[in-house]
């Protein structure tokens, strides 16, 4: 969030997965700052999300635009003109739906979530490139900070 130690995705984190810092107590009007990387490839981020659900081609397509909101969960902004972000959905086929319509539905809430926390994950877990002036990860800018501050 913005230049804090607390993740968009607080609300969605399953055991500390990504320190545990909770939801930030305060959203500064800087927290809700245009922050860029630079040109359309630096901003995007693409996804897939895999289920061993037997799915058709519409159903497919309907759970990668449900589960693009995990994309809104995670990042601010998201879907700009910098960048290209896409998330890909792919079905095994291996167990049938019990419901066509609440099946499906329940699914992408699901995968939302999960991606949501994927990419919370990934940052939390990220090691900054080994190169001179390299972007500092987010655990060199704030490390194992515990959890206080937070919500809940």
Not at 110 to 127: D, K, M, T
Request: glycine share 10%.
């Amino acid at each position: 969030m913005g230049a804090s130690r607390h993740f968009w995705a607080a609300p969605f984190e399953q055991n500390d997965e990504f320190g545990g810092r909770g939801v930030a107590v305060e959203i500064s009007p800087a927290d809700l700052e245009l922050r860029a990387k630079g040109l359309a490839p630096e901003n995007t981020t693409l996804a897939v999300i895999a289920t061993d659900a037997r799915l058709s081609k519409a159903q497919c397509h309907r759970l990668a635009v449900m589960a693009q909101d995990g994309l809104a969960r995670a990042i601010y902004p998201v879907h700009t003109p910098l960048d290209g972000d896409v998330v890909f959905a792919a079905a095994t086929g291996k167990h049938d739906l019990a419901d066509p319509i609440y099946s499906l539905a329940e699914l992408g809430m699901v995968a939302a979530n999960v991606l949501a926390r994927a990419i919370a994950r990934g940052v939390y877990e990220a090691h900054a490139l080994s190169f001179a002036d390299a972007v500092p990860s987010w655990r060199d800018k704030f490390g194992n900070q515990g959890t206080a501050g937070r919500v809940g």
